[in-house]
């Protein structure tokens, strides 16, 4: 998903007279749209599907994170144990 400095950068003037355009453009594109503010970044404007599918990957970044930490500091069990817990249905320990 790169931006395009040409289609991708708006003032907030712009974002002002032409908010349908340039909302019809992130979702058309699903890429995000900078809103700039004196010449600097202001916001940034994205698709409502495309924010939700960064969210499902930040979120399964943030569990992969945690598996390696508890893998780093031998938070383990072996793979038989936890499968045999999880076929008689009894609840695994996080």
Same mark, same amino acid.
């Given at each position: 998903?790169?931006?395009?400095?040409?289609?991708?950068?708006?003032?907030?003037?712009?974002?002002?007279?032409?908010a349908?355009?340039?909302?019809?453009?992130?979702?058309?594109?699903? &890429? #995000?749209?900078v809103i700039m503010v004196r010449g600097r970044p202001g916001a940034v404007l994205v698709d409502p599907e495309e924010f939700e599918e960064m969210q499902r990957a930040l979120e399964l970044a943030a569990q992969l994170a945690q598996g390696e930490r508890d893998a780093c500091?031998?938070?383990? &069990? #072996?793979?038989?144990?936890f499968l045999a817990e999880?076929?008689?249905?009894?609840?695994?320990?996080r």
């Amino acid at each position: 998903m790169a931006i395009s400095i040409t289609e991708d950068i708006r003032s907030v003037s712009e974002l002002k007279k032409d908010a349908k355009r340039i909302f019809d453009h992130a979702h058309r594109t699903r &890429r #995000p749209v900078v809103i700039m503010v004196r010449g600097r970044p202001g916001a940034v404007l994205v698709d409502p599907e495309e924010f939700e599918e960064m969210q499902r990957a930040l979120e399964l970044a943030a569990q992969l994170a945690q598996g390696e930490r508890d893998a780093c500091t031998g938070r383990v &069990r #072996p793979a038989k144990d936890f499968l045999a817990e999880f076929r008689r249905g009894k609840a695994v320990p996080r």
